[in-house]
Every structure is written in C-alpha cells, then in structure tokens.
C-alpha cells in the first residue's frame, strides 16, 4: 500500500499496462489515472523509452496503431503515441484511437 503513495504515475500507469489483459486507450488510461489525454500520450513516449532500458530490452510498450472507422486505413507509420486527428486517405475523423500494452518480447 505505501508503495504505491511513492511510485511516480509513470511507473504506475506502466505497472496498469503490463497487468492488463488486453491494449488499453490512451482515453482509459487518462479516466484511471484522472489525467489529461494529452498528458497520458507523453507519458507514454517516456515509459516506452524507461521499460525497455530497465528491463534490458526483455519488455516493451506495444501499440495497436489507430485506425479509420470509415474506411480501415492503419496509421502504421506513427513516431509518436498518438491518435490522428483525420484519415489522410478518406479525411474523416473517425478515428479509432491507438492501444497500448507492455508485453515480454
């Protein structure tokens, strides 16, 4: 229980992410953690970056990358976590946002 008062939200959205079942959205995991959206997405760049130096390349954050509802177009080229604004093939908006999981590799 005191752990959990000391560990940054960092560590605790990764400690969510590896003990999840199934890929989490960036949108859950800001209603978990009472974040910001935006915030969660940076968070994420800097917990890809932590859990693959501490567990020396044996783990990493995994994304399900976002895809358009209307025509399937995947957004498989992203640099970054995060979830497009509008489809660059059909340019709707109806995005399904990226997914996220830490996994063994």
Same mark, same amino acid.
């Given at each position: 229980?005191?752990?959990?008062l /000391?560990e #940054?939200i960092? *560590?605790?959205i990764?400690?969510f =992410? @590896? #003990?999840s079942?199934e890929? &989490? +959205? ?9 974040? !910001? &959206?935006? !915030?969660? /997405?940076?968070?994420? @760049?800097h917990?890809?970056k +932590?859990?693959? $130096? *501490?567990?020396?390349?044996?783990k990493?954050? =995994? ?7 209307k025509?399937?177009? &995947?957004?498989?080229? =992203? @640099?970054?976590?995060k979830?497009? +604004?509008?489809?660059p $093939?059909c340019? #709707? *908006? ?7 999981? &830490?996994? +063994?590799?």
């Amino acid at each position: 229980m005191f752990e959990e008062l /000391y560990e #940054s939200i960092r *560590e605790r959205i990764a400690k969510f =992410l @590896e #003990s999840s079942e199934e890929p &989490v +959205s960036a949108e859950k995991i800001a209603n978990v953690f009472d974040l !910001d &959206v935006k !915030d969660v /997405y940076i968070h994420l @760049e800097h917990i890809a970056k +932590s859990i693959r $130096r *501490e567990s020396g390349n044996r783990k990493a954050l =995994l994304m399900t990358p976002p895809r358009c509802r209307k025509c399937g177009y &995947v957004f498989k080229d =992203l @640099e970054k976590p995060k979830k497009p +604004s509008k489809c660059p $093939r059909c340019k #709707s *908006e109806w995005i399904e946002p990226p997914k996220f999981i &830490v996994r +063994s590799l």
